[in-house]
């Protein structure tokens, strides 16, 4: 049976989060009353307020339910899981440890914890316990896509967009058809892109979203971008281009999804890392400086942006119109980059030769 001592057979882990007040209680109330009377669970909540509102919800909602039958329940109140409360947790997991059998751990980050930080906590605790992390989950209100663009960029949303891995819209049973397919269109343009977008009222998942893999969801995705590239090089085989005024954003990121792809004067390629393959964060400073600086073939990029593990956290690089920025990222999945050249450069950026620079960095 799975427990957090036997290592051959480890606790599947879930972290569910989002913003604060788009539902994610109450997701995490209908997901229990379904599983938890097929498998063992624990329920960790994290509340930023003194009170365990959250955790008392989730109690109150499977009150004389025999769905606790096998349902461990532990409220980590004022402060997050991420920082104050990171005590509170390690004590937690060695509580949970005690279990014979334990199936699956829920965590609920508090709507304001930093999720990134929260995974690599839960990474840190798979050295002593025996973890299996499973795909980040991240609910938000479906109407996000009409967000102001200024809103999007602040905390409470960035950090929770870049860590989803499947990204929930709740609440659409309150808008129009047409709003649904706003949100299934944006999530398209977010980089990084979660591995999957799904849609749904009242919290309601499916049935079998916690049996989901970072394989299989790797794979569905990869399907359906292979998928749209065959249609776009249909598009293009029937002279289709790019409408002027198109929002630059979504085009650099559609290119971002095909394997060496040349379309409308671009080409564009890409590379990835397991998220366990570490750089040192100064020197990829310098080996990104000296690639859009031309040191391959003589090659400047006119788009660059990256996502790398280093010895000083994760962080996104965005290089364009001349400059290079560096950013906390919480995106957790893996270390990837993509690029974007005009055809008027004097040659293009070889996969394996941006792969051997970058590699420089590599911590030791």
Known sequence: MPNLRD??????????????GVGKTTTIVDALKRRSKQESLAIITNDFG?????????????????????????????????????????????????LDRLDRILVEPSGVALLGQVIDLLWDLGSTYALKLMPTLVVVDVRIASY??????????????????????NRCDLVEESEVQTF??????????????ITTQRGRLPADVFDWSYDSLRQSYNERKAAAGEASRAADRSH??????????????????????????????????????????SSLES????????????????????????DRGWVLCSYANGANEFAPSHYRRDSRVDWIVIDDEPGNLEKNEVRLLLETALAG
Not at 270 to 281: L, Q
């Open 148 to 169: 102001p663009p200024r809103a999007l960029e602040m905390p409470i949303f960035k950090n929770r967009l870049e860590a989803a891995d499947v990204l929930v819209a």
């Open 287 to 310: 080996a990104i400086t000296r690639l859009v600086g031309g040191e391959i073939n003589g090659v400047r990029p006119a788009r660059f942006k990256g996502i790398f593990n280093t």
């Open 184 to 197: 299934r269109e944006w999530t398209t343009s977010l980089y990084p892109e979660p591995l999957l977008a």
């Open 240 to 281: 289709l281009s790019q409408p002027e005024g198109c929002d630059d954003e979504r085009h650099d990121e559609h290119h971002h999804h095909h394997d060496g792809h040349t379309h409308d004067g671009f080409s564009a390629d890409g590379c990835m890392w397991e998220a366990d393959v570490r750089f040192s964060r």
């Open 7 to 20: 290592f051959d057979n480890p606790t599947q882990c879930h972290v569910i989060g989002g913003p604060l």
């Open 50 to 98: 003194p009170m365990g509102l959250d955790g008392a919800l989730i109690e109150g909602a499977l009150d004389g339910d025999d769905a606790q039958r096998e349902l461990d329940i532990t409220t980590l109140p004022d402060g997050c899981v991420c920082c104050t409360a990171a005590i509170g947790f390690a004590e937690t997991m060695q509580k949970l440890a005690e």
